[in-house]
């Protein structure tokens, strides 16, 4: 394979690493990234990654044949597959973004998620789920990265992504737009299945171990809990959020089809009354 370079050096302090197949080909799915060129390892030769190129082609992205050992120096990670991807960093939504289109608007809040394989199972699960956007902080929360991205399976590419500074202020803005903030906790007061989720919600969840910080959790409007069998008193956040977010996204099909939903739990919003 011949590798078609680049026409100019490439100024990675600019630029971000996808490296995976499933990443770099929903990365090129979605259009959601403006890809530089694409290093593909010349030891490979196969259907799939002949797919991949072709895709690449098709959508005017350079390719470049290199080592493996090259492409692992590229994504810092022996992971990568036989692919690495050169692209623009990505560009955040504002939560604003996030509070257009048909209702009921089911959003995902991470309030300082550290590990970046909880991020990406996180946002792949948002996808399945068919959540219409996820909050993320700037700080103390493990970036998105290529690492996070490898996780999600591409997902992360799909799912509409804002950063905010301050938690807090930003789930206040959301229950101005009635919104209602349900945090998962395991001091939660009801079951997460016994909450209606089939209005306006955004389901908060907390980092590895330590849960929601004091003041996210004083500002959600209600704590669900997932109650647990065994001797564990919790899930891996990961988990946990794929288990209420797909109770939400199967509350929300009951609803569409006109058939009545079992939970009957109606919240009153701190402050505001019924």
């Not at 991949?52 to 120096?73: F, K, M, P, Q």
């Not at 990406?120 to 996808?127: F, H, M, P, V």
């Not at 306006?200 to 590895?208: H, T, Y």
């Not at 209600?222 to 209420?244: D, E």
Request: glycine letters at 8%; one cysteine or more.
């Amino acid at each position: 394979m011949a590798p078609i370079r680049a026409t100019s050096p490439i100024r990675l302090e600019k630029m971000e690493i996808l490296y995976g197949l499933h990443p770099v080909e929903e990365a090129l799915r979605s259009g959601s990234r403006k890809f530089d060129h694409v290093c593909v390892a010349r030891e490979r030769h196969d259907e799939r990654l002949e797919r991949l190129i072709d895709a690449c082609r098709d959508n005017g992205v350079r390719v470049r044949a290199e080592s493996r050992e090259e492409l692992t120096r590229l994504a810092r990670n022996a992971g990568h597959q036989g692919v690495v991807a050169i692209v623009r960093s990505r560009e955040f939504l504002d939560l604003e973004d996030l509070l257009h289109g048909s209702e009921p608007r089911l959003l995902l809040a991470l309030d300082g998620i550290e590990d970046p394989q909880n991020l990406g199972a996180l946002l792949r699960t948002a996808d399945g789920a068919g959540v219409d956007g996820v909050i993320i902080t700037e700080r103390r929360a493990a970036p998105l990265s290529a690492v996070a991205v490898k996780a999600s399976a591409g997902a992360a590419e799909h799912v509409r992504i804002a950063r905010v500074v301050n938690l807090v202020r930003a789930l206040e803005q959301l229950k101005e737009r009635n919104i209602w903030c349900v945090g998962l906790d395991e001091r939660g007061s009801s079951n997460y299945d016994e909450y209606d989720f089939t209005s306006n919600a955004a389901i908060v969840l907390g980092r590895e171990g330590n849960g929601l910080h004091d003041l996210v959790r004083r500002t959600c409007d209600h704590l669900l809990r997932i109650p647990m069998c065994g001797q564990v008193a919790s899930l891996n956040v990961s988990a946990a959020g794929a288990v209420v977010m797909f109770e939400a996204a199967r509350q929300h099909r009951i609803a569409q089809s006109g058939v009545a939903a079992s939970p009957s739990l109606r919240t009153t919003r701190k402050g505001l009354g019924s």
